[in-house]
């Protein structure tokens, strides 16, 4: 009798065909070569020079005279995380539009007008911290939604569109607040909530974690997640393989918008009320993070965990060079220059990925 094209006896049961050795080299070698890639010196250096320039800036600073009496203390290391949590969340809102291939550039100024929205409700018509709070997360989405439609809807460039959103709320903010600072009336549990402690580090510190973690398992561990990087790789590609490209872009800015929407509520927490700030000061460091953070654990592709390096990068080298006596413009000079040099690098390694995987 025949069975897959083996013939056998009745008395012997059949056997399944082993396949050919060169059929079984062929299926494993790529497999083996990825894994020997991924353990080379070369590719352990890649994913892991940022973490290591980020333990030694630490290390640099902490022992630097000017600046080693303060810089590794608890309370610096508070104050550090603290501020620093309102750009790691731009920075994670950032993350979504670009593993698709788009920028988002009202980022600053979505947060900026959600603080407003959050502060001026509280100080100017007294209304609750809770609905005040819901309030500012729905404008930052509603703002992030407008975009996604203009951007996935009539596929307008979003480097215009949302660097033109951004333009238009720096202007409302300016035009609603006078040039000045609302923050008389808030609400005393929500500064409490920016202003004390839990283990050690500010509360608002895990807000970060926790939106963090949910963007790492959405965009690492999630057919959404997947579908965004195929669409940042090669969209038309996407497209083709039945990839709902519009409708998974019009969810990335309404998902960005909202981690705007919360960083602006954050902000209100942290200083007390809102600025006439357009949030451009909030919006660079940030992206300077996210493109730190494509050179690094995954280089060539924007990750949340090299994302988080990045901030971590940022902030304790403009720390260090505060205390240490740098002068103002050290700290825009600083963040220009890292956001070029990232750029460079995660463009590069990009391109570098995209070889490989053609190979």
């Known amino acids: 009798m025949t069975m897959n094209g083996v013939t056998s006896s009745a008395s012997s049961p059949p056997t399944p065909p082993s396949p050919p050795k060169s059929e079984t080299s062929k299926e494993t070698e790529p497999t083996r070569r990825t894994r020997r890639s991924a353990l080379s010196p070369g590719r352990l250096a890649e994913r892991y020079t940022l973490p290591a320039l980020a333990v030694a800036v630490a290390v640099f600073f902490s022992l630097y005279p000017p600046s080693a009496a303060v810089f590794p203390t608890s309370a610096n290391l508070s104050v550090v995380t603290g501020n620093q949590s309102v750009i790691a969340l731009l920075a994670l809102a950032a993350l979504a539009p670009l593993a698709a291939g788009y920028f988002d550039f009202s980022l600053g100024a979505n947060a900026a007008t959600s603080s407003l929205v959050c502060a001026a409700l509280m100080a100017r018509h007294g209304v609750g911290v809770v609905p005040a709070v819901l309030a500012a997360v729905a404008t930052g989405v509603l703002i992030g939604l407008v975009n996604g439609i203009m951007v996935a809807r009539f596929q307008m460039s979003s480097f215009i569109t949302t660097l033109g959103s951004a333009t238009l709320l720096g202007g409302v903010i300016q035009w609603y607040s006078g040039g000045q600072t609302i923050s008389a009336g808030v609400s005393p549990a929500l500064l409490d909530f920016g202003s004390q402690q839990w283990l050690g580090l500010p509360r608002v510190v895990s807000v970060v974690v926790v939106l963090g973690a ?32 519009r409708r998974n872009l019009l969810l990335t800015f309404v998902i960005a918008g909202a981690l705007a929407g919360i960083a602006g509520v954050l902000q209100t927490a942290r200083v007390g009320g809102a600025t006439a700030d357009s949030g451009t000061s909030l919006l660079f460091p940030a992206l300077a993070a996210v493109f730190l953070g494509a050179t690094a654990i995954e280089p060539g592709r924007f990750n949340v965990l090299g994302t988080m ?32 040099l990232a750029v460079g690098l995660s463009t590069y390694f990009g391109r570098k990925r995209a070889a490989g995987a053609a190979l």
Request: glycine content about 12%; overall charge neutral.
């Open 214 to 245: 949910l963007m790492w398992y959405l965009l690492g561990h999630t057919p959404y997640g997947r579908a965004l990087y195929a669409m940042g790789s090669n969209p038309r590609a996407a497209n083709l393989v039945g990839i709902r490209v």
């Open 309 to 340: 390096i990045g901030v971590i990068f940022v902030s304790e080298t403009v720390s260090g060079l505060t205390l240490a006596g740098a002068s103002d413009w050290v700290d825009p000079v600083f963040n220009g220059a890292a956001l070029l």
